[in-house]
């Protein structure tokens, strides 16, 4: 079999940067996914951010709905375990998780649209932890976005002002152990696609992704460690026509042997600025893309998520 999600390291940006371009482009014209290895997030950060993930979700439910983010459709704070599904999908995902927005200044325009992340007084450290990591996140995918542009055939800086106040989401997910087997048709995570532009994953400790190939073969994301898993988002599919493709994924229950252990992974949602008209660039319209009607990011991202359950239409 063709061999998929080869890692492909950072470092070869600083070397030459249309070959690491064209080997992110290629891969996400594949399968949509990428593995990026010796990337520059410091192991600190991401240490920190993983205590303060468990620590979080060791709390107490009660604890834990101090901030419940439902009133604001899961976008900030926390959401209970069996809130989401997958689009198209009766069945609630086997998951709790938390979002971290962007801290915006006092006087942003974007502060009617996007809430502040509340501050969890219960983990010391996991205001800190988190905010780091947002801010770790978000730079590198901005500096993989220009990777993007270049592969596209556009300035390296298109997307920058673009995505410089995006409405971009750090997301902890907590699988719990499942002890007992799950309801009939649930799974960790059902089918599904990103919203955004493209999603940062790092690696989680347990097993369980996979992303459908075109020819409908399911295939397993096992990046190695130190790596993130890179993915377009519908958004990036949307700009470009489908050129490059977002591709529908989902993480399997466990084993029966590791059925007794949780799961926790760290998702990076880098999303567009709200205004943003997301519109089908004409180079990939040339190439065979084909357009969908424009619509703006934060106009998409409320329809995508009265979808999945999160925003009541």
Known sequence: MTEYFKPIPFTLWAEDKQAFADALGGSFRETGFAVISKHPIPQSVIQENLRATKAFFALSEAEKMQYDGRAGGGQRGYTAFGTENAKGKAEADQKEFWHTGRALPADSPYRATMAETPAVKDVAEFDA????????????????????????????????????????????????????PPPEGSVRAGAHEDINVITLLLGAEEAGLQAKHRSGVWLSVSPPPDSLVINCGDMLQRLTGGVLPSTTHRVINPSPERAKFPRFSTPFFLH??????????PGCLAEGGKAEPPITAEGYLMERLREIGLVKA
């Open 129 to 180: 932890a988190t905010h780091a990591m947002y801010d770790a996140m978000d730079l590198f995918g901005r500096q993989l976005l220009r990777a993007v542009a270049l592969h596209l055939g556009l300035d390296e800086a298109w997307f920058e002002d673009k995505v410089n106040v995006g409405n971009s989401i750090l997301r902890l997910l907590h699988y719990p152990p499942q002890m007992n």
């Open 272 to 281: 567009f600025n709200q205004d943003f008209l997301i519109e089908a660039l």
